[in-house]
Each structure stands twice: as structure tokens, then as C-alpha cells.
């Protein structure tokens, strides 16, 4: 399998890190966002929300304590 070299914008690649998980390429992220049946935590993040808002769904949400989810609110809010 081949290697491209491709341009992004430096707030698109920092929107790439921020979704990476630990260990995971550049290849795979794109691969998991890019595909027909994505789950909803590649959408985590993509629109913005405030503090209370993000409460209440987590709330919504019972028994959730995906620290996922905390660390992509924390990053989208910098």
C-alpha cells in the first residue's frame, strides 16, 4: 500500500489531534472519519457548546462517565 503527502490547514490538523486517540496514525483517524458507518463519537466535538448545555446531556446520558467525551469538550473550548 502507498504513502500520499497531502497540504492541511494548521486549525484542521489540530482538529485531527484533537480527535487522535493515543496511538492511533493519521491514516486510521482519517479512515474511521471518512467512513459510511461512524459512530457517534467522531462527531463529538464538531459543534460548539457551552458548559451548561454540555451538563444537561451528560445528564441525559445515565451512567455515562466517558472521559472521552470530557477531554474533547476540555480541547474544543481552548
Same mark, same amino acid.
Given at each position: 500500500?502507498? $504513502?500520499? $503527502?497531502?497540504?492541511?490547514?494548521?486549525?484542521?490538523?489540530?482538529?485531527?489531534?484533537? =480527535? !487522535? $486517540?493515543?496511538?492511533?496514525?493519521?491514516?486510521?483517524? =482519517? +479512515?474511521? =472519519? $471518512?467512513?459510511?458507518?461512524?459512530?457517534?463519537?467522531? =462527531?463529538?466535538?464538531?459543534? !460548539?457548546?457551552?458548559? #451548561?448545555?454540555?451538563? #444537561?446531556?451528560? !445528564?441525559?446520558? !445515565?451512567?455515562?462517565?466517558?472521559? +472521552?467525551? #470530557?477531554?474533547?469538550?476540555?480541547?474544543? #473550548?481552548?
Amino acid at each position: 500500500m502507498g $504513502t500520499k $503527502t497531502i497540504s492541511i490547514m494548521d486549525d484542521v490538523y489540530d482538529k485531527l489531534i484533537a =480527535l !487522535k $486517540t493515543p496511538g492511533e496514525s493519521f491514516s486510521e483517524q =482519517l +479512515r474511521k =472519519l $471518512t467512513s459510511a458507518k461512524s459512530e457517534l463519537m467522531n =462527531l463529538a466535538g464538531s459543534w !460548539k457548546i457551552t458548559e #451548561k448545555e454540555a451538563n #444537561k446531556i451528560k !445528564k441525559e446520558i !445515565k451512567g455515562s462517565e466517558d472521559t +472521552r467525551i #470530557k477531554e474533547i469538550i476540555t480541547r474544543f #473550548k481552548e
